[in-house]
């Protein structure tokens, strides 16, 4: 037995067979007063015992305190016996560890506990039934159903009136109440979570007031819960779990004092900390995260989708206050899309481009990826990035060139090869990245492209070449059961592109068949006919028996149960959920330009310079001013190159018969 650091303490009770222990040792998001406790019950009388200190081992000593406690059992046995302990933990105190031990072990033998367990996952299993398929990718599909599964961890216990109770890594204290940790939201709000609220909606609700808790006891939302804040990662993305959960219907949380949590961190940075939103000023002042934040571009991403969130809670609670702001600040996302470059960029506080700009450079104004992986974090907007990029066509050229791009990577900002990159090396699919979260949904956006035959294709790939039964069988991080949940979902043949629209995204389902079990008790079926490894196209859809023409589909639809039918084929049918009314949830009720781009950056130039300007909006035409006013219809239409030769403002914007203005372009030259 070793107990080791931050003050230790052992004691041995030879009488009752019986070992009690504290641990301190912990790498941080704790209070000070943090401990584990530990008590272990034997079925075997010890022959003897002891601790060790400096000297060594001294027998028959009962206990020992320390920066390390280390103690010996020493047990006469036959050849072949079998010595069992009984292990009772608790995060409150050693009385309510030796309480949690009989609770949950109590005089049960192993054999029994372990059937227990059996017959509990067992019937977890049986909630998602599959038929068809190989041996291979059933061991596949129920591992990664386990490992969604098991997080988040329950971090409470119960007290003697079997009342939920609770230390609390925030605060210190022992509260009544549900606590859960172990978990990066940045990871998890993408499948996790939206896998939770189709399977087990009370785990999601316990959740969710554990975050309500969580601000309660510490002043703010945590994004990744190790026990405690963690100053990791980026958004603060409770507020994408409690917009899922509550559009989902699922309640069982304080969702006003959840509400309230949101606008603060929204509204606000952490004064204690850089673990809130950093460069959140700007962000709410000026739309964008200035390019001097580490990892801009995707804090700016990730909190307009945040923001999405909010106006989604911000609707269903009526207030109406702040539904125009927070609808506004979903659309920051534009800012950061360069249409000279086609990617999303950083920008300065001159509203410049960062530069020297490389799409291959890993990190800096990106987490753990690049300019190519995290050009598709508008979850809640595929139409508005479409009209950014000037139409459907050409989205999905874009999209198909992450496939086609060379795999290659710059990663001078971490000064060496990162996992992540090794990971999208060996997955050999261009610039795509599986193995990590930025660029999961990606796939699935072809559906708004109005190409979901792209999206079938590439998911059974996926599914079909990074995963696999064997220790490599997970192509990169598994965070919480993020990438595992993905697989799940997939398989089924769906995805879930935005949580909080209410709306999943068909893929390819791997299976032949599956079968859902709702905690409702009702049953959704999906029945893939013709399914093989060559048959992953969809050629059509019956929904309930009715012809369906449509690449989604809705939480309420499934929580009804039912069946939903596919016709599989080999070559891809490029008529089937193609229409407008077909793709799946956008947050923009309109079309808009994209904004014009220039040839030339604002600054300071030493001689005249000729501007030229363009925009991606086919059939538009763009407008400008050099008088400090902002472009209307009516203002001078740009025809060719204009020349600066003084120092000079000269705003643009792109305009068309039957789309919205674009965002405006500010140049400043001197």
Not at 48 to 60: L, R
Not at 78 to 89: P, Q, S
Not at 253 to 281: H, Q, T, V
Not at 330 to 359: I, L, V
Request: charged content about 20%.
């Amino acid at each position: 037995m070793d107990v080791v650091k931050g003050g230790a303490e052992l004691k041995i009770f030879p009488k009752l067979n019986k070992v009690t222990g504290i641990a301190r040792n912990n790498s941080g998001g704790t209070p000070s007063n943090f401990a584990g406790y530990f008590v272990i019950l034997f079925d075997k009388q010890f022959q003897d015992f002891g601790i060790f200190n400096k000297s060594g081992f001294v027998s028959k000593a009962p206990s020992i305190t320390g920066d390390s406690a280390q103690g010996a059992l020493v047990f006469q046995t036959r050849d072949g016996e079998k010595i069992h302990a009984r292990i009772g933990t608790s995060f409150i105190s050693l009385e309510q560890a030796e309480k949690n031990l009989l609770d949950e072990i109590g005089n049960k033998s192993f054999d029994q506990i372990k059937k227990e367990s059996f017959d509990f996952w067992n019937n977890e299993f049986s909630k998602l039934a599959i038929e068809g398929g190989t041996a291979e990718q059933h061991t596949v599909f129920y591992s990664a159903y386990y490992r969604s599964l098991i997080f988040p961890s329950k971090f409470y216990e119960f007290d003697k009136s079997n009342g939920k109770i609770y230390y609390s890594p925030y605060d210190g204290k022992v509260h009544s109440g549900v606590m859960y940790t172990n978990n990066g939201l940045w990871d998890t709000y993408r499948a996790a979570f939206p896998l939770l609220t189709i399977l087990k909606p009370d785990i999601h609700a316990e959740f969710s007031q554990s975050l309500v808790n969580a601000y309660k006891e510490g002043g703010w939302l945590p994004r990744w819960l190790s026990p405690g804040y963690r100053e990791i990662m980026i958004g603060v993305h409770a507020a994408s779990i409690f917009a899922d959960g509550y559009a989902k219907g699922i309640r069982g949380f304080d969702y006003n004092i959840a509400y309230e949590a949101m606008i603060k961190d929204a509204s606000k940075p952490n004064p204690i900390s850089g673990r809130n939103k950093e460069g959140l000023d700007n962000y709410n002042s000026n739309g964008y995260v200035l390019s001097t934040v580490r990892e801009s571009v995707a804090k700016n991403l990730e909190y307009a989708y945040d923001d999405y969130c909010v106006s989604l809670m911000a609707k269903a609670l009526n207030k109406s206050d702040d539904i125009a702001l927070f609808e506004k600040r979903a659309m920051n996302y534009k800012n950061n899309f360069d249409g000279g470059t086609n990617f999303m960029r950083a920008k300065d506080a001159k509203k410049r481009w960062k530069t020297p700009f490389n799409p291959y450079a890993w990190g800096g104004d990106y987490t753990e990826g690049n300019a190519w992986h995290y050009l598709w974090s508008v979850f809640h907007d595929p139409a508005g990035l479409i009209d950014l990029f000037g139409g459907e066509e050409k989205f999905g050229a874009k999209m198909d060139s992450v496939f086609i791009a060379p795999t290659t990577s710059d990663y001078s900002y971490y000064g060496f090869k990162i996992h992540e990159i090794t990971e999208m090396e060996n997955a050999n699919m261009g610039q795509y990245a599986h193995g990590n979260q930025p660029i999961q949904h990606f796939i699935y956006l072809y559906n708004h492209a109005k190409q979901p035959w792209k999206t079938q294709y590439w998911a059974r790939k996926i599914m079909t070449t990074l995963y696999g039964a064997d220790q490599n069988g997970l192509c990169g991080d598994e965070d919480n059961g993020q990438t595992s949940a993905w697989y799940v979902m997939s398989a089924l043949g769906f995805y879930s592109v935005c949580p909080g629209s209410g709306e999943y995204v068909f893929g390819s389902p791997l299976f032949p068949k599956a079968t859902i079990t709702l905690p409702n008790s009702k049953k959704f079926v999906i029945d893939a006919q013709s399914n093989d490894e060559e048959n992953v196209y969809i050629q059509n859809a019956l929904f309930n028996g009715q012809t369906y023409d449509k690449s989604f589909f809705t939480h309420a639809d499934l929580l009804n149960g039912g069946s939903l039918q596919f016709k599989m084929g080999n070559t891809p049918n490029k008529n089937w959920a193609t229409s407008k009314a077909s793709t799946p949830f956008s947050f923009s009720n309109k079309s808009f330009c994209s904004p014009p781009y220039s040839n030339v950056a604002s600054g300071r130039y030493d001689k005249n310079v000729d501007v030229t300007l363009s925009s991606r909006t086919d059939g538009s035409y763009i407008t400008y001013t050099l008088d400090g006013n902002e472009p209307t219809p009516a203002s001078k239409k740009y025809i060719s190159p204009i020349l600066i030769s003084k120092n000079t403002t000269l705003k643009a914007k792109t305009f068309h018969e039957t789309k919205a203005p674009s965002e405006m372009l500010t140049l400043n030259f001197n």
